[in-house]
Protein backbone atom coordinates (compact mmCIF):
# COMPACT_ATOMS: atom_id res chain seq x y z
CA UNK A 1 0.00 0.00 0.00
CA UNK A 2 0.59 3.52 -1.02
CA UNK A 3 -0.12 6.61 1.16
CA UNK A 4 -0.19 9.87 -0.38
CA UNK A 5 -0.28 13.52 1.43
CA UNK A 6 -0.60 16.96 -0.19
CA UNK A 7 0.15 20.00 0.75
CA UNK A 8 0.46 23.76 -1.15
CA UNK A 9 -2.91 24.87 -1.83
CA UNK A 10 -4.26 27.81 -0.97
CA UNK A 11 -6.17 30.95 -2.08
CA UNK A 12 -4.32 33.29 -4.38
CA UNK A 13 -5.23 36.46 -6.86
CA UNK A 14 -4.33 35.74 -10.47
CA UNK A 15 -0.97 35.95 -11.74
CA UNK A 16 0.65 34.93 -8.45
CA UNK A 17 2.41 31.47 -7.71
CA UNK A 18 2.14 28.24 -5.74
CA UNK A 19 3.67 25.18 -5.16
CA UNK A 20 2.01 21.91 -4.01
CA UNK A 21 4.02 19.01 -3.14
CA UNK A 22 2.97 15.48 -2.22
CA UNK A 23 4.77 12.90 -0.30
CA UNK A 24 4.67 9.15 -0.49
CA UNK A 25 5.05 6.68 2.14
CA UNK A 26 4.54 2.98 2.55
CA UNK A 27 5.51 0.62 -0.27
CA UNK A 28 7.12 3.28 -2.69
CA UNK A 29 9.33 1.05 -4.16
CA UNK A 30 8.49 1.38 -8.11
CA UNK A 31 6.38 4.27 -8.27
CA UNK A 32 7.31 4.66 -11.95
CA UNK A 33 4.60 7.33 -12.72
CA UNK A 34 3.43 10.39 -10.16
CA UNK A 35 1.72 13.52 -11.03
CA UNK A 36 -1.56 15.81 -10.55
CA UNK A 37 -4.59 15.61 -11.48
CA UNK A 38 -7.60 18.40 -10.73
CA UNK A 39 -11.31 18.41 -10.32
CA UNK A 40 -13.37 21.82 -11.04
CA UNK A 41 -16.85 21.76 -9.37
CA UNK A 42 -19.02 20.39 -12.10
CA UNK A 43 -16.05 18.88 -14.22
CA UNK A 44 -14.63 15.58 -14.79
CA UNK A 45 -11.17 14.86 -12.89
CA UNK A 46 -8.28 15.81 -15.59
CA UNK A 47 -4.23 15.04 -15.62
CA UNK A 48 -2.25 18.02 -15.10
CA UNK A 49 0.97 16.90 -15.04
CA UNK A 50 3.21 13.94 -14.61
CA UNK A 51 6.85 12.67 -14.75
CA UNK A 52 8.43 9.10 -15.37
CA UNK A 53 12.12 8.44 -15.35
CA UNK A 54 12.45 12.13 -15.85
CA UNK A 55 10.11 12.57 -18.60
CA UNK A 56 7.63 15.38 -17.92
CA UNK A 57 4.17 15.33 -19.56
CA UNK A 58 1.70 18.02 -19.47
CA UNK A 59 -1.80 19.50 -20.63
CA UNK A 60 -1.55 21.77 -22.73
CA UNK A 61 -3.10 24.70 -20.75
CA UNK A 62 -0.68 24.73 -18.18
CA UNK A 63 2.71 24.54 -20.50
CA UNK A 64 4.93 27.05 -19.78
CA UNK A 65 3.39 28.34 -16.25
CA UNK A 66 3.66 24.58 -14.64
CA UNK A 67 6.25 22.45 -13.47
CA UNK A 68 6.69 19.74 -12.37
CA UNK A 69 9.53 17.47 -10.38
CA UNK A 70 10.06 14.85 -8.06
CA UNK A 71 12.50 14.17 -5.66
CA UNK A 72 13.26 10.59 -5.28
CA UNK A 73 15.27 10.77 -1.88
CA UNK A 74 11.99 12.09 -0.09
CA UNK A 75 9.27 10.56 -2.03
CA UNK A 76 8.07 13.57 -3.16
CA UNK A 77 6.62 14.96 -6.49
CA UNK A 78 6.29 18.94 -6.90
CA UNK A 79 3.56 20.87 -8.54
CA UNK A 80 5.45 25.16 -9.50
CA UNK A 81 2.20 26.50 -10.59
CA UNK A 82 2.96 30.20 -11.93
CA UNK A 83 0.85 33.07 -13.69
CA UNK A 84 -2.09 31.09 -11.77
CA UNK A 85 -5.44 32.23 -13.95
CA UNK A 86 -9.09 31.72 -12.58
CA UNK A 87 -9.60 28.66 -14.52
CA UNK A 88 -7.18 27.12 -12.87
CA UNK A 89 -9.09 27.21 -9.79
CA UNK A 90 -9.90 22.95 -8.35
CA UNK A 91 -9.22 20.38 -5.94
CA UNK A 92 -5.95 18.99 -6.66
CA UNK A 93 -4.57 15.49 -6.33
CA UNK A 94 -1.36 13.48 -6.20
CA UNK A 95 -1.58 10.29 -8.19
CA UNK A 96 0.85 7.67 -8.26
CA UNK A 97 1.13 4.64 -9.82
CA UNK A 98 2.55 1.11 -9.20
CA UNK A 99 2.86 -1.34 -11.83
CA UNK A 100 -1.19 -1.36 -12.96
CA UNK A 101 -2.36 -0.27 -9.30
CA UNK A 102 -3.10 3.55 -9.26
CA UNK A 103 -3.01 5.86 -5.77
CA UNK A 104 -4.56 8.87 -4.74
CA UNK A 105 -3.95 11.53 -2.48
CA UNK A 106 -6.74 13.24 -0.87
CA UNK A 107 -6.83 16.18 -3.00
CA UNK A 108 -5.65 19.66 -1.87
CA UNK A 109 -7.77 23.08 -2.71
CA UNK A 110 -6.53 25.40 -4.87
CA UNK A 111 -8.73 29.19 -5.56
CA UNK A 112 -7.56 32.02 -7.88
CA UNK A 113 -9.42 34.94 -7.62
CA UNK A 114 -9.09 37.38 -10.93
Known amino acids: QVQLVESGGGLVQAGESLRLSCTAS????????MGWYRQAPGKQREMVADISSGVTNYRDSVKGRFTIYRDYALNTVYLQMNSLKPEDTAVYYCNAKQYTINYWGKGTLVTVSS
Open 26 to 33: GSTFSLNV
